[in-house]
Structure formats: structure tokens, C-alpha cells
């Protein structure tokens, strides 16, 4: 039976992996009213289609960070690929980099990858890469983390603001014995007795972590720098005022604090606040073409798609991420189509909402 849409990867992943795996992929903070919120707030918005236009010749193609896409849709950083497959995010690259996709998708990865950062890049050397920081208290661990990033060629640097601490995710609590006893961090190095740790020991995320040391960082990179986790217009006016490049609206799919706002209920105000200064972009709850662009339709200038990446990469390997990803372009190439757009410009999108279009 073949799998057509996102939520029928979803249903397949859940058969393929074990309870504590899928209970990590797919667990949320509390009691995940956020988590759910995240696709049923896409619901409540409804578009306005507009007929009798030329809608012969569809463009999806957009640029972020000044690089070219060919569509508005790319994958989100997550941790531990390898749980839901062999090779883990080097399948994923491999995915996200298949020639039929065309123009490269931006992949960042993660701090918490399971594979090393070298052999990602091997497995899929083109490409447009970012990658994703959890800033580590000890200074030098992020500047040797920057340093080697900058040397595989990675083109942006994400730093995730939304976790001081890991949230009350009961799930991991529950199953956290299971699930880590094999999961090591390839490039925090490991200890001088040449044993690798558990992540949870071995990668301390900073608490003390806050604007003014945005400087430094910026000191050590020319990388563009992207927050991801804003949720408010009071950090979107910090975030523009410290120069950053970028902006993920993102409640890190409700895996952090529960009961905050739906992502793309947030994105409307940090659009606003920030009046096209720097780019702002969107993840959580993105499962159709529609949700890309009622995301594109309120001013995200691209999505991000977190978990049914992990669905493709759980069914069917690196076959199954370019299959998420293709049905999302074939569905968001319909979306276009069906509601008279054939430019991907948030610009040219934005009429597609008013007042009217949210249920």
C-alpha cells in the first residue's frame, strides 16, 4: 500500500520503531497541549482562492540567507537520527541531497547528531548546510564546535534559545534507560579514557546563556546567525537589535514549555515586529502543502518539518526523507496552484489570509 501523504508515514514509522523511540520522536513537554496545537492551529485558518489566473507555470523557488532553494521547505534540526535508522543522519543527508529535489534544501544539523559531523558531510558533500547549536557552558567547546563547522563548509549557525533546560518530557523520564544506553555524541569528543558517555552527562546545555553574549559569538564567526525558539515580539525587537540574520519562530514542537502558543499563532507577531529587518522562518505542526502556505501566507520566508522526517527516515531510509519532501513540494505545487499563486514570495502569498480566512 503506498504511503501518500505525511500522516501515513507517520502511521507506518510508529509500527517500525519501539515504544521508548517513538515516545522520544513524538513526546512533548507536560501534557502536550503544545505539541498538539502545533498542527491543529494550521486547521483554524482557512484560504481565500483566487480563479480565471494564468497558473501555467508555478514557481516554488525562494532564497534564504541569500542562497537559492527550490522550494520553500526544509528539514529542522533533531537529534539521533540513528535511532530510527542504521545510518542515521547521513541517510538523512543523502535524502534531503537526491538529485530530483534540485536546487539544495538547507539541512541543519544538530549538536545532537548521532553520526559525526565529517561523516555527514562525506556521505552528501553538496549541498547547503547549517548547523544547529545547544551552546555547552564551557566556551571553548562552542569556538572548537564553530571552528569545525566553519571548516566542512556549513553556511549558517543556529543557535537554539529555548532550552535552559530540557523540558518535563514524561515519556523520556520514563524510558530514558532504554533509550540512551546507546546513544553517543560524536563531536563534543569524549573522555581521556576513551570511552564514550551518554549524552545527558556528557553535553551541559548553559543556563546562563543571554543576549549580551551574542557578541560573542559573533566575534567568532562570520556565519550568519539564526535564533531559533522566539515566540514574542519583545524578543523579536532583541533579536533585531543584536544584529542577528535570522529568526526560526519555533516552539521546538512543544518538546520544551507546554501551554505556550501554537507556532504558527506566534508567527503573525514576530513578522510584524520585525518589518522585513531579517528573515523570519517557521517550524512545528507543518504536515501538508496548505500549512506551507498559510505559513508563507503570514510572512514565514520558509518552513522547517521536523518530525515526518524522521517518519521517512524510520520507513524507508534515505528513500523515505526524499519522499516526505516530495510530497510536500507535489502538495504545496498543488496548493499554489489551487488558490491562483505562482510565485512562493511570502509578499505574494500574503492576500491569501484576512480576517475572514481564520475559522
Given at each position: 500500500?503506498?504511503?501518500?501523504?505525511?500522516?501515513?508515514?507517520?502511521?507506518?514509522?510508529?509500527?517500525?520503531?519501539s515504544?521508548?523511540?517513538?515516545?522520544f520522536?513524538?513526546?512533548?513537554?507536560?501534557?502536550?497541549?503544545?505539541?498538539?496545537?502545533?498542527?491543529?492551529?494550521?486547521?483554524?485558518?482557512?484560504?481565500?482562492?483566487?480563479?480565471?489566473?494564468?497558473?501555467?507555470?508555478?514557481?516554488?523557488?525562494?532564497?534564504?540567507?541569500?542562497?537559492?532553494?527550490?522550494?520553500?521547505?526544509?528539514?529542522?534540526?533533531?537529534?539521533?537520527?540513528?535511532?530510527?535508522?542504521?545510518?542515521?543522519?547521513?541517510?538523512?543527508?543523502?535524502?534531503?541531497?537526491?538529485?530530483?529535489?534540485?536546487?539544495?534544501?538547507?539541512?541543519?544539523?544538530?549538536?545532537y547528531?548521532?553520526?559525526?559531523?565529517?561523516?555527514?558531510?562525506?556521505?552528501?558533500?553538496?549541498?547547503?548546510?547549517?548547523?544547529?547549536?545547544?551552546?555547552?557552558?564551557?566556551?571553548?567547546?562552542?569556538?572548537?564546535?564553530?571552528?569545525?563547522?566553519?571548516?566542512?563548509?556549513?553556511?549558517?549557525?543556529?543557535?537554539?534559545?529555548?532550552?535552559?533546560?530540557?523540558?518535563?518530557?514524561?515519556?523520556?523520564?520514563?524510558?530514558?534507560?532504554?533509550?540512551?544506553?546507546?546513544?553517543?555524541?560524536?563531536?563534543?569528543?569524549?573522555?581521556?579514557?576513551?570511552?564514550?558517555?551518554?549524552?545527558?552527562?556528557?553535553?551541559?546545555?548553559?543556563?546562563?546563556?543571554?543576549w549580551?553574549d551574542?557578541?560573542?559569538?559573533?566575534?567568532?564567526t562570520?556565519?550568519?546567525?539564526i535564533?531559533?525558539?522566539?515566540?514574542?515580539?519583545?524578543?523579536?525587537?532583541?533579536?533585531?537589535?543584536?544584529?542577528?540574520?535570522?529568526?526560526?519562530?519555533?516552539?521546538?514542537?512543544?518538546?520544551?514549555?507546554?501551554?505556550?502558543?501554537?507556532?504558527?499563532d506566534?508567527?503573525?507577531?514576530?513578522?510584524?515586529?520585525?518589518?522585513?529587518?531579517?528573515?523570519?522562518?517557521?517550524?512545528?505542526?507543518?504536515?501538508t502543502?496548505?500549512?506551507?502556505?498559510?505559513?508563507?501566507?503570514?510572512?514565514?520566508?520558509?518552513?522547517?518539518?521536523?518530525?515526518?522526517?524522521?517518519?521517512?527516515?524510520?520507513?524507508?531510509?534515505?528513500?523515505?526523507?526524499?519522499?516526505?519532501?516530495?510530497?510536500l513540494?507535489?502538495?504545496?505545487?498543488?496548493?499554489?496552484?489551487?488558490?491562483?499563486?505562482?510565485?512562493?514570495?511570502?509578499?505574494?502569498?500574503?492576500?491569501?489570509?484576512?480576517?475572514?480566512?481564520?475559522?
Amino acid at each position: 500500500m503506498p504511503l501518500v501523504c505525511l500522516t501515513d508515514f507517520q502511521a507506518h514509522a510508529r509500527e517500525h520503531l519501539s515504544k521508548s523511540t517513538w515516545d522520544f520522536i513524538e513526546g512533548g513537554a507536560d501534557d502536550c497541549c503544545t505539541r498538539d496545537e502545533n498542527t491543529a492551529a494550521f486547521k483554524k485558518i482557512r484560504l481565500r482562492p483566487r480563479y480565471l489566473k494564468d497558473v501555467s507555470k508555478v514557481d516554488m523557488r525562494t532564497t534564504i540567507q541569500g542562497a537559492e532553494i527550490s522550494a520553500p521547505i526544509c528539514i529542522a534540526p533533531t537529534a539521533f537520527h540513528r535511532l530510527t535508522w542504521p545510518d542515521g543522519e547521513m541517510s538523512t543527508a543523502r535524502g534531503v541531497s537526491c538529485p530530483h529535489l534540485e536546487a539544495p534544501l538547507p539541512r541543519p544539523f544538530s549538536t545532537y547528531a548521532s553520526c559525526s559531523l565529517e561523516d555527514i558531510v562525506a556521505a552528501a558533500p553538496g549541498g547547503l548546510r547549517w548547523f544547529q547549536l545547544y551552546v555547552h557552558p564551557n566556551r571553548q567547546i562552542n569556538k572548537q564546535l564553530i571552528q569545525k563547522v566553519e571548516s566542512l563548509g556549513f553556511k549558517a549557525l543556529v543557535i537554539t534559545v529555548d532550552v535552559p533546560k530540557i523540558g518535563n518530557r514524561r515519556h523520556d523520564i520514563t524510558n530514558q534507560v532504554n533509550l540512551m544506553q546507546n546513544l553517543w555524541l560524536k563531536d563534543l569528543g569524549s573522555p581521556e579514557t576513551g570511552n564514550s558517555m551518554p549524552y545527558f552527562q556528557m553535553s551541559p546545555i548553559d543556563p546562563s546563556i543571554c543576549w549580551e553574549d551574542l557578541s560573542w559569538f559573533q566575534s567568532m564567526t562570520r556565519l550568519p546567525i539564526i535564533l531559533k525558539g522566539i515566540l514574542t515580539k519583545e524578543d523579536a525587537e532583541l533579536a533585531v537589535k543584536h544584529n542577528v540574520h535570522g529568526i526560526i519562530v519555533s516552539n521546538h514542537g512543544g518538546r520544551q514549555l507546554d501551554e505556550v502558543p501554537a507556532s504558527i499563532d506566534a508567527l503573525t507577531e514576530v513578522v510584524a515586529t520585525v518589518k522585513g529587518k531579517v528573515e523570519v522562518y517557521l517550524d512545528g505542526g507543518i504536515r501538508t502543502g496548505n500549512d506551507v502556505v498559510k505559513a508563507l501566507a503570514l510572512g514565514s520566508k520558509c518552513v522547517f518539518v521536523g518530525r515526518p522526517i524522521l517518519w521517512g527516515l524510520a520507513c524507508k531510509g534515505e528513500h523515505g526523507v526524499t519522499e516526505v519532501l516530495d510530497i510536500l513540494k507535489n502538495e504545496f505545487h498543488t496548493s499554489m496552484t489551487l488558490t491562483g499563486n505562482i510565485n512562493a514570495s511570502p509578499f505574494q502569498l500574503s492576500r491569501l489570509i484576512g480576517k475572514k480566512g481564520r475559522k
